[in-house]
């Protein structure tokens, strides 16, 4: 595809004998939103990591926004913005001083300011990351992953532990950021987030990438085959009732 941003091709990884990748080949179009799916164990952080530069592959051949994992990984570095999970902030330090500090292991300069208003954090610029909810954390973890203005970001199961507000809640920031002109890769076990954000999918198992398209396409073609629900599907599920009795605002724990 001539709007690849990432390319990978037959990439492998091995701990001695155990195969953990297996030669797996996908695309991902510039400006789309990525999932990549499967059971834990499948080895789908292990081709994320390879892809951010966090682990060495095996053999294969991955290429980031025109640049090769083999001969520019700094390069690579530079384009992209990881999630860091929330352990991974002092939690004594305010967001403010959190961001300055990221701004200034990325030699970049940054309105903190603005930055927290993207993701609806600006009136908890002077709080601590440990005065924050989980849903205030989550979101100021996406934050993270811009200080650099990066062409593609990163995100592993980002709305995993919160409620059903700040999960939807989640889900706008992220098409935001997309609509903004930012590639999106992301993980999750809820295939319901990955059927609403995901221009397309790759679903991956013991290391092979077992299907890749659209999450209609997948559904469609499997309707087709002469699937059915044994249970006929609703208009709505409880969750939609959940959001229409309590309203889409966030709303911060107690």
């Not at 300055?100 to 709080?127: H, I, M, P, T």
């Not at 397309?200 to 699937?227: E, T």
Request: hydrophobic share 40%; charged share 25%.
């Amino acid at each position: 595809m001539s709007n690849a941003i990432i390319s990978v091709k037959d990439l492998k990884k091995q701990y001695g004998t155990f195969e953990a990748v297996k030669g797996i080949s996908f695309e991902v179009i510039q400006g789309e939103i990525f999932g990549l799916l499967g059971p834990n164990g499948a080895g789908k952080s292990t081709t994320l990591e390879i892809i951010e530069t966090l682990r060495t592959k095996t053999s294969g051949e991955v290429i980031v926004d025109g640049f090769n994992l083999d001969t520019n990984p700094n390069n690579i570095k530079k384009v992209i913005g990881v999630q860091l999970q929330t352990s991974g902030f002092y939690p004594g330090l305010t967001l403010i001083e959190l961001i300055n500090l990221f701004a200034g292991l990325y030699n970049q300069s940054v309105n903190a300011a603005e930055l927290l208003d993207k993701v609806n954090l600006r009136d908890k610029a002077k709080a601590k990351f440990k005065e924050l909810s989980g849903g205030q954390k989550q979101r100021f973890s996406i934050a993270t992953t811009l200080i650099n203005k990066p062409k593609i970001i990163f995100l592993d199961e980002p709305t995993t532990g919160l409620d059903p507000q700040a999960r939807r809640n989640l889900w706008e920031l992220i098409k935001d950021i997309r609509n903004e002109g930012t590639t999106v890769i992301l993980t999750t076990h809820y295939m319901d987030e990955a059927e609403v954000l995901c221009d397309r999918v790759a679903i991956i198992d013991s290391g092979k990438i077992i299907a890749i398209a659209s999450p209609d396409k997948l559904i469609d073609d499997l309707v087709a085959s002469g699937f059915e629900r044994p249970k006929e599907v609703k208009k709505a599920n409880l969750e939609d009732v959940f959001i229409q009795l309590t309203g889409k605002s966030i709303r911060e724990e107690i």
